[in-house]
């Protein structure tokens, strides 16, 4: 299976603070990559796919980037509603697919 | 607008089985793949499988095979995941989540709220 690893596990930021979130995929996957937001005691919440494209609905702070084994999602100004925790996930091994661990983004 | 509504949470003592259902509404429940994700407490997110609700075949990840059936009833436009012989391992949220474009993208776009199971003797 492809290995997807996130970094940095969490990040403390503050309100209006431009914040990057990294993942590698253990071989290249082309740009079959999603970001997701989650809450506390909710379900996960699609953001970005296809590595850059924006989800309906999503507010346009948030953007992604990459292609092959190296991929970024960008907040570019936190809000108070930001701080949740974000999973990768790629899509290109289908019957394989696999999340990053996540990162957690915390108020500093 | 698209809704995907499950079962509430479960108890259930080690061995036992369990049947969480996903209820959909506000699309043609066929004309989409849904998937099942679980994820233990306080972890990360772990795709099992999906269920291709045209054709009623699953495709199950690996770790997920022998102990987990996905099913449908079309009828009602719901998906169900069963578990048998439980384990305390088995203990996790399960959401079930719509895919983006149908049966081509690989991506989530709409998620269920979740089902907790909970193994415990």
């Known amino acids: 299976d492809i290995q997807m690893t996130q970094s940095p596990s969490s990040v403390s930021a503050s309100v209006g603070d431009r914040v990057t979130i990294t993942c590698r995929a253990s071989q290249g996957i082309s ?21 850059s494209s924006l989800q309906s609905g999503v507010p346009s702070r948030f953007s992604g980037s990459g292609s092959g084994t190296d991929f970024t999602l960008t907040i570019s100004s936190l809000q108070p509603e930001d701080f949740a925790t974000y999973y990768c996930q790629q899509a290109n091994s289908f019957p394989a697919l696999t999340f990053g661990g996540g990162t957690k983004v915390e108020i500093k | 607008q698209v809704q ?25 429940f066929t004309s989409y793949a849904m998937n099942w994700v679980r994820q233990a407490p306080g972890q990360g997110l772990e795709w099992m499988g999906w269920i291709n609700t045209n ?7 690996q770790g997920f095979t022998g102990r987990f059936v996905f099913s449908l009833d079309t009828s009602v436009s719901t998906a169900y995941l069963q578990i048998s012989s439980l384990k305390a391992e088995d203990t996790a949220v399960y959401y079930c989540a719509r895919d983006l474009e149908g049966y081509s993208s690989y991506y989530f776009d709409y998620w269920g709220q979740g089902t907790l199971v909970t193994v415990s003797s």
């Open chain 1, 31 to 51: 740009s079959w990559l999603a970001w997701y937001q989650q809450k506390p005691g909710k379900a996960p919440k699609l953001l970005i796919y296809a590595a």
């Open chain 2, 4 to 28: 995907l509504v499950q079962s509430g949470s479960e108890l259930k003592k080690p061995g036992a089985s369990v049947k969480v259902s996903c209820k959909a509404s506000g699309y043609t």
């Open chain 2, 55 to 61: 054709t009623g075949n699953p495709t199950y990840a």
